[in-house]
């Protein structure tokens, strides 16, 4: 894996838009960082959302993924908890 450092856009939705009070957030992370720890680092900042964990699904470029798919310069992740309403 490389050292280099890799800059991703983060679109938000639902609990993770609200604890941010953002759509979406630019962070940077090392090259082949795998998308789970995009997760792990929203946690960290905002603890509350640690319930979400485990139920959080991935996409990269409107694809899902699994968590531990490796980030890439410029990709658009999107993290997808679960969602209820009517």
Same mark, same amino acid.
């Given at each position: 894996?490389?050292?280099?450092? @890799?800059? =991703?856009?983060?679109?938000? %939705? +639902? +609990?993770?838009?609200? +604890?941010?009070?953002?759509?979406?957030? &630019?962070?940077?992370?090392?090259?082949?960082?795998? &998308? $789970?720890? &995009?997760? *792990? $680092?929203? =946690?960290?900042?905002?603890?509350?959302?640690?319930?979400? $964990?485990? =139920?959080? $699904?991935?996409? =990269?470029?409107? @694809? %899902?993924?699994?968590? *531990?798919?490796?980030?890439?310069?410029? *990709?658009?992740? &999107?993290? @997808?908890?679960?969602?209820?309403?009517?």
């Amino acid at each position: 894996m490389s050292n280099s450092t @890799i800059t =991703i856009t983060v679109k938000l %939705f +639902a +609990a993770y838009q609200e +604890a941010y009070k953002a759509s979406e957030l &630019v962070l940077e992370f090392s090259n082949g960082t795998p &998308v $789970r720890a &995009v997760c *792990d $680092r929203l =946690i960290a900042e905002h603890p509350e959302l640690s319930k979400l $964990r485990d =139920i959080t $699904r991935f996409g =990269i470029n409107l @694809i %899902f993924v699994e968590p *531990d798919t490796p980030l890439q310069d410029g *990709d658009e992740v &999107v993290l @997808i908890p679960p969602v209820s309403g009517g």
